[in-house]
């Protein structure tokens, strides 16, 4: 293991102590409940649970936490347990810990629009609710359409009367600024702003919370974060596989709604934002919604729209489209690939555009932030020879920042070439496990920091930027551009980024580091 591995671990496992150390005084005393409303759902099983044996297994949550799962189906504790730990992360040697994990268990099957099945629930959670103190976490992993009677529900029977109460809601936040706002509305009738977590999944990943620190905790980016050296920024977010049979439920949504206005515009503002007065949650999330007012809303002509049809030459999945997936009505216009043209009218970045691009069934599995510069003034050299540099920030998969810069050719000739500065995670940070982002973010929940949560005014801005877009491929109905299962997206979309000012050679290759 390399010096900067152990350093990194060592500076993990500190961080790590610190908050047990934190859990070790009073609020590791406090009885907490934490409740996971539809734990027989998919992601219950999929990603709260085996977030939650993490956590517990790590000794990073208060050891008098208890946990309450609830939904319509007549289960049991053994059910869920059986569904869960096909996904959760269990060595050999942690058995008697398992057990003590499912042991703080119980299972309460309800209905979501009845209080009594509330009233009942709330028994539940007192059973372990010992002495004067205990807090109390609510966890809707449930879609959105029974989001305004389980609130409403949890707060006519269920608050805590001891502690804090706290909410995390999933998303979708809505499907338009209107029913976005009917939903906040909704939500602030009946809870405070600080008691209100709207999770983003993408907001917990290592790269996105890196970019605060790589922006602002040094110095070289400062005098050139801006419109005069940045040509065009693209943040881009791609699926290698289609719909995989739940078609229906994407279908009422489509890739905008589904990636773009969510965790792409997420990566967006904190690309993009001024620094803040400090890493307060407050501070942060004023300078994002700052971003977001100064966005003009978004326009067809600006965006290029796409369905993936299937390749006749692929094998498995790979030889369906779109509308050959049969929870997919025939007629479908849902986009399955989206790629936009963003501009922030402020004094940093006006005329810089930024591309927001996200599709199903391409050629890879990507997220990353690319920002390009301006070509250098008064080239000297053979026309074509010099390339735009780039900063790049690899969300997933393999998390790296790397610098492409021009440098020569090595050798008797006086030719340039494209090479970078590397900083590959997998490379410098070998046997580095980084926490997932639901582990980060509920363990946020826990210590009451809304840093990576979305607030109400930035869900708000959010969708009123691309709620004009979304009403009107919805009466019009326009015609999406076939691309081919697996590969780069619609044709039409690179002629867009190309319009906009973004150059795209094709020249540059990454090759994997060898230390």
Not at 370 to 391: A, K, T
């Amino acid at each position: 293991m390399s010096a900067d591995s152990t350093k990194s671990n060592e500076n993990e496992e500190v961080a790590r102590e610190l908050i047990r150390t934190t859990l070790e005084g009073e609020e590791n005393a406090i009885p907490h409940v934490f409740v996971i409303m539809g734990a027989s759902g998919d992601l219950a099983k999929k990603k709260i649970y085996p977030t939650l044996w993490l956590l517990f297994n790590s000794g990073l949550i208060p050891n008098t936490t208890h946990f309450v799962g609830y939904a319509r189906s007549p289960l049991t504790v053994a059910d869920i347990r059986k569904k869960a730990e096909l996904f959760m992360k269990i060595k050999p040697d942690e058995k008697e810990k398992v057990e003590q994990f499912w042991k703080v268990h119980s299972y309460i099957a309800g209905s979501y629009d009845k209080v009594e099945g509330f009233q009942n629930l709330n028994k539940e959670i007192e059973k372990s609710e010992s002495g004067t103190q205990a807090n109390r976490l609510f966890y809707l992993a449930l879609p959105p359409s029974v989001f305004a009677p389980v609130t409403s529900n949890i707060k006519a029977a269920c608050m805590g009367k001891k502690g804090w109460t706290r909410v995390i809601v999933e998303k979708p936040f809505g499907k338009d600024l209107a029913s976005s706002e009917a939903l906040s509305s909704h939500l602030s009738a009946l809870f405070c702003e600080n008691q209100l977590y709207r999770i983003d999944h993408y907001l917990g990943k290592e790269m996105v919370q890196n970019l605060m620190i790589l922006r602002f905790g040094n110095r070289v980016w400062g005098p050139i974060w801006n419109r005069d050296s940045i040509a065009a920024v693209q943040l881009t977010f791609k699926e290698p596989f289609g719909t995989q049979g739940r078609g229906g439920y994407f279908d009422e949504f489509g890739i905008i709604r589904d990636v773009l206005q969510n965790h792409v515009l997420q990566m967006l503002t904190l690309v993009a934002m001024e620094k803040p007065a400090s890493t307060s949650a407050e501070d942060i999330r004023n300078e994002k919604v700052k971003v977001l007012k100064s966005i003009s809303k978004l326009t067809m002509e600006d965006s290029v729209l796409g369905q993936y049809v299937g390749d006749p030459n692929g094998t498995g999945d790979a030889k369906d489209g779109y509308l050959d997936d049969p929870t997919v009505p025939k007629d479908s216009s849902t986009p399955t690939f989206a790629c936009c043209v963003l501009y922030i009218k402020n004094e940093r970045w006006d005329g810089v555009p930024f591309i927001v691009k996200g599709g199903k069934a391409l050629n890879e599995r990507k997220a990353e932030i690319r920002i390009q510069f301006r070509d250098v003034p008064g080239d000297i050299f053979v026309p074509g020879m010099i390339q735009r540099n780039e900063l790049v920030i690899r969300v997933q998969p393999n998390e790296a920042v790397y610098f492409k810069m021009m440098t020569k050719t090595p050798g008797m000739s006086f030719s340039a070439e494209e090479t970078e500065l590397d900083l590959t995670y997998g490379s410098r940070y070998k046997g580095v496990v980084m926490p997932e982002a639901y582990e980060r973010l509920i363990l946020d929940v826990f210590a009451g920091n809304q840093m990576h949560f979305v607030r109400t005014d930035e869900l708000s801005e959010a969708w009123r930027i691309f709620t004009p877009l979304l009403h009107r491929i919805e009466r019009e109905r326009p015609s999406c551009i076939p691309y081919v299962y697996g590969s780069r997206g619609p044709k039409e979309a690179d002629d867009l980024i190309n319009r906009v000012g973004f150059r795209f050679t094709g020249t540059y290759r990454w090759t994997k580091p060898q230390l």
